[in-house]
């Protein structure tokens, strides 16, 4: 039988999995949206007043992001917000 801390562990684990692939989702519409636009990384952060790093690190899916930042990767991509966690998009790095 696995130990309590054990069993919590996995869970974590499998939980972690999960967000990190929906960052990382998110992060590749970001990516999807603002080569669209035809905008650098540099572009994207001027418009919506965020850092070129931290627009990186969304689009690599290293950042939980918040409401407010989605909010304004929207308005500066043209988008909605919704568009943002629905659109199906493919990865073309």
Do not use: W
């Not at 999995?17 to 669209?36: S, T, W």
């Not at 992001?65 to 991509?77: E, G, V």
């Amino acid at each position: 039988m696995l130990h309590p801390c054990t069993l919590a562990m996995n869970v974590n684990r499998k939980e972690l999995a999960f967000m990190d692939a929906r960052l990382k989702a998110f992060g590749l519409r970001v990516r999807y949206f603002r080569k669209r636009l035809g905008l650098s990384q540099d572009d994207l952060a001027a418009r919506s007043d965020l850092h070129r790093t931290y627009i990186g690190g969304v689009e690599r899916g290293e950042r939980n992001i918040s409401l407010l930042n989605i909010l304004r990767l929207a308005d500066a991509l043209h988008v909605t917000a919704k568009q943002l966690f629905e659109e199906d998009i493919q990865d073309d790095r």
